[in-house]
């Protein structure tokens, strides 16, 4: 079947520390891969995403990169902002549904 | 990019009666739609998908009778909580894919339901 496996949080950093947040997935096929940003009190927002093996989706000083021989799909920030605090969320399409992760909640302290 | 409304963004109902959540694609047409239940801590559960002018499509174990879908239109997807229960008391989060674009979905941002 299709999963994704998301790493748990919450993750508290300090202003411009590295961001890593773990995501691997288990899907038949050949998926899109996708990471999510919910800020508080707003809906889902795309941050990035994958359509292919190598393909690497970049957005905001985020990247991931789609790694199809360790299915992963890690989200990584060289230095966060207090405003990157957020909720994300790693997914996966295929066809017509997607699969998302638990979640990982980010706090970025001053 | 695209926005995709949703109405309320909260709601507290008496057990018994039923409630309606709207979700509007504001800048595209939208053929199919999605509702999702997130309860805390844990991830996205799809509970149905919807087409324009057809009937749903309901995941396993996602009572029907109970959660009514109806996309009357390619702008607007309606889900009705019917007779609800404090146990339905979720975050419910609809989406919706661009007819044209087709390569993403644009979320709602979500209503949280308590039911009392």
């Known amino acids: 079947g299709n999963s994704v496996t998301q790493m748990e949080g919450p993750v508290t950093l300090s202003e411009e520390a590295f961001l890593t947040i773990n995501c691997t997935y288990t899907?038949?096929?050949?998926?899109?891969l996708f990471w999510y940003v919910q800020y508080p009190g707003e809906g889902l927002q795309l941050l990035l995403k994958?359509?292919?093996?190598?393909d690497k989706g970049s957005n905001k000083g985020f990247e991931a990169t789609y790694r199809k021989e360790t299915t992963s799909f890690h989200l990584e920030k060289g230095s966060v902002q207090v405003s990157d605090s957020a909720v994300y969320f790693c997914?996966?399409?295929?066809?017509?549904?997607?699969?998302f992760g638990t979640g990982t909640s980010l706090t970025v302290i001053p | 990019g695209a926005v995709v409304s949703q109405h309320p963004s909260w709601v507290i109902c008496k057990s018994g009666t039923s409630v309606k959540i709207e979700c509007r694609s504001l800048?595209?047409?939208?053929?199919?739609m999605f509702w999702y239940r997130q309860f805390p801590k844990q991830s996205l559960m799809l509970m149905a998908t919807s087409n324009e002018g057809s009937k749903a499509t309901y995941e396993q174990g996602v009572e029907k009778d109970k959660f009514l879908i109806n996309h009357a239109s390619l702008t607007l997807s309606t889900l009705t909580v019917t007779s609800a229960h404090p146990e339905d008391s979720s975050f419910y989060i609809c989406s919706a894919r661009d007819s044209v674009i087709d390569t993403e979905a644009f979320f709602g941002q979500g209503t949280r339901l308590t039911v009392v």
């Open positions: 899907a038949t096929g050949y998926p899109s």
């Open positions: 994958a359509t292919k093996a190598d």
């Open positions: 800048d595209f047409q939208a053929t199919t």
């Open positions: 997914a996966l399409r295929t066809g017509n549904q997607f699969y």
